[in-house]
């Protein structure tokens, strides 16, 4: 069946440092959505992404879709202490939502 | 609009209770869909609905899971009996459905579960 892996599991960073997260799919897909969990909050959508290869960028954040549609990244840039939580991609296939195992990202002030 | 509307927010109870937890949909959307959230298993599909049809419940835990959505505006998840395994949160989470997407997902703020 479909699995979906992130790493790492747990990030710790300095503020104003970088952080990236990836997301690993056994499967091709049909597109990749990414989540953002606040602790204590429930997650909450950031973006889809469709194209092969295809990138896009929210401020600080950029996701990036792999060519073989199989993977994922989402990238922080300079790290703020709002950015606390834990990212989770969900992979798209037909009808189903897998969401990944998620990273949890801690930001030291 | 108010979002996804879960209730209760919190809920104990003791072993071999039953357990009915509410979701209301965000209104228009024609998707819904209960998760489950533990630190050990992370965020587990249990069961979706498209247009109040059961379309994929293969995440339902076993027998003594249940969920109905009478109508597009109210959904339930029923545990009995209820076990200490079955702490954990409960989201809901909605979305319309229509051609290719992007289908995102609106979550509830969770039903935090208790069994002891």
Same mark, same amino acid.
């Given at each position: ?109 | ?18 357990? %009915? #937890?509410?979701?209301? &949909?965000?209104?228009?959307?024609? *998707? ?8 050990? !298993? ?33 959904? %339930? #998840?029923?545990?009995? &009996?209820?076990?200490?395994?079955? *702490? ?8 319309? !459905? ?19």
């Amino acid at each position: 069946g479909q699995q979906v892996m992130q790493i790492p599991q747990y990030q710790h960073v300095q503020e104003g440092e970088d952080f990236t997260t990836y997301c690993n799919s056994s499967t091709t897909l049909s597109n990749i959505q990414w989540y953002k969990q606040r602790p204590g909050g429930h997650p909450v959508f950031l973006i889809q992404l469709v194209k092969s290869g295809e990138v896009k960028k929210q401020k600080r954040l950029t996701f990036q879709f792999g060519e073989a549609k199989k993977n994922s990244s989402l990238h922080i840039t300079a790290t703020q202490t709002t950015d606390v939580g834990t990212y989770f991609c969900a992979a798209v296939t037909g009808n189903q939502f897998y969401f990944g195992t998620g990273t949890s990202l801690t930001v030291i002030p | 609009d108010a979002g996804v509307i879960q209730s209760p927010r919190h809920e104990v109870t003791e072993m071999g209770q039953e357990v %009915t #937890l509410r979701c209301k &949909p965000i209104s228009g959307h024609n *998707s819904l869909f209960w998760y489950r959230q533990t630190m050990m !298993r992370g965020l587990e599909l249990l069961i979706y609905f498209n247009n109040n049809v059961p379309i994929d419940d293969s995440g339902m835990p076993e027998d003594r899971f249940s969920a109905k959505m009478p109508n597009a505006s109210f959904s %339930t #998840l029923k545990i009995q &009996p209820s076990e200490p395994r079955d *702490s954990a949160v409960y989201f809901c989470a909605s979305t319309f !459905r229509s051609g290719t997407g992007p289908y995102e997902q609106y979550f509830g703020p969770g039903t935090r579960l208790t069994v002891t």
